[in-house]
């Protein structure tokens, strides 16, 4: 409702769709340029924002009134078998919920065991939950200018771009941008998100920060977020597949969930060999990255097939990260709307970490990471198992 709200304005003027013509290119002179405007105005005036509030309306006195107030998907008809469907098309793999939930609450165990190294090596005197309190309000950690917070990524991004040759032989041909999420969705949109490129690599990709509430990006955090978002996390993997000549059209602007965000938290797990995660509480914010990762797989399958209830997903993971609130509320009611979804990182994650363990143990000291991350990338993205068979037959022909 706040994002219907924000475009159904009573002024085309306020309207986000007034850009068109704040951005009218210059080469558009008079009179064109006032005919133009003017039926623009009109346009949005008569017709598209009274559509726009009527569907605001609708949504609000009639839709949400009736919606059902469950919010698992197996309470749909035919809802678990519905859900399993959605497991294996996110992971495109034949993992059941209950194997998903167990994996999700042993890898949580595992990275609080290494969140409890981080609090022991920088001195942090109390437990695990006051550690998350400590970066959470201690004022060190954020910063107090959305404009510092965009400066920040921008010099990360010119640091992390020089280093990417020590791991790397393949490099997309489009830039991308760093910018603010925009007003009008900022209140309930994500921390941040990748905009792709356009084909010709004309038009950069763009990694979008939101700068609503400074407190959900903490500094310790920037790392791995560009790590993910950027390079070579989705900016890498999604423009180097869009300028593919080798396969066809269609694979070159399609994906699998499993594959692009198991490749971008891959990514974050290769920010040591890279040379980031120098400082303890940037590990930390690597960690705690992990950790919503990780926790997504319990909460997702707790909500969908195990009966939990929207309160009781926000206080797990509120009780296991040092996350913002605002943060955790919206990442739960990202699971209630798209279920499935949050499942494949963690699971694409893992797999490529295994496929690249098995493939440096097959070659030893042949092995080479570049030519190894060139094999993962150069096909464009790919359901894990035959993912991991295209690498199988890379290791054999090294192996030679």
């Known amino acids: 409702m706040p994002q219907l709200r924000a475009i159904a304005t009573d002024k085309p003027e306020d309207s ?79 993992m059941s919920p209950a194997e998903i939930h167990e994996l999700g609450l042993r890898e949580v165990a595992r990275i609080r065991d290494e969140m409890e ?46 280093l990417l040759p020590k791991l790397f032989a393949d490099f997309p041909k489009a830039d991308y941008e760093i910018r603010p999420v925009e007003a009008f969705q900022a209140a309930s949109a994500a921390g941040a998100f990748y905009e792709p490129p356009s084909e010709d690599a004309t038009r950069p990709g763009i990694f979008y920060v939101n700068t609503y509430n400074l407190k959900a990006q903490p500094k310790f955090g920037m790392e791995t977020l560009l790590l993910h978002e950027a390079e070579p996390g989705h900016h890498f993997q999604i423009a180097i597949q869009m300028q593919l000549k080798s396969i066809p059209r269609f694979r070159r602007f399609t994906s699998y969930t499993a594959y ?20 303890p509480y940037q590990w930390y914010g690597r960690l705690s990255d992990e950790m ?31 996350m913002a609130e605002s943060d955790v509320t919206a990442e739960v009611e990202r699971y209630i709307v798209t279920p499935g979804q949050a499942l494949g990182y963690k699971v694409g994650q893992l797999r490529i970490a295994q496929i690249r363990a098995k493939a440096e143990k097959a070659l030893g000291s042949r092995f080479d990471v570049k030519q190894f991350h060139s094999a993962i990338l150069r096909d464009g993205a790919l359901p894990l198992d035959v993912l991991e068979k295209k690498v199988d037959r890379w290791v054999a022909q090294q192996a030679r």
């Open 292 to 322: 919503l990762r990780a926790m997504r797989l319990v909460v997702d399958t707790g909500l969908h097939s195990k009966g939990w209830t929207r309160e009781r997903a926000i206080a797990y993971m509120l009780d296991n990260s040092s």
């Open 16 to 94: 986000i769709l007034w850009g068109a013509i704040q951005v009218m290119p210059d080469g558009i002179k008079e009179p064109n340029r006032g005919r133009l405007t003017q039926a623009y105005r009109a346009e949005l005036a008569q017709d598209v924002l009274p559509a726009l509030r009527r569907f605001a309306d609708f949504i609000e006195k009639d839709y949400l009134p009736k919606a059902r107030t469950s919010v698992s998907w197996s309470e749909l008809p035919n809802g678990a078998a519905w859900y399993r469907f959605q497991v294996r098309s996110q992971t495109t793999t034949n």
């Open 117 to 162: 190294a981080v609090r022991q090596q920088v001195g942090f005197n109390g437990d695990l939950h006051a550690f998350f309190k400590h970066v959470q309000d201690d004022p060190q950690f954020y910063y107090s200018k959305p404009e510092d917070l965009l400066t920040g990524f921008r010099d990360l991004k010119t640091r992390i771009h020089g």
């Open 260 to 279: 692009v965000e198991g490749w971008a938290l891959y990514s974050e797990s290769i920010g040591k060999d890279l040379g980031l995660f120098t400082d």
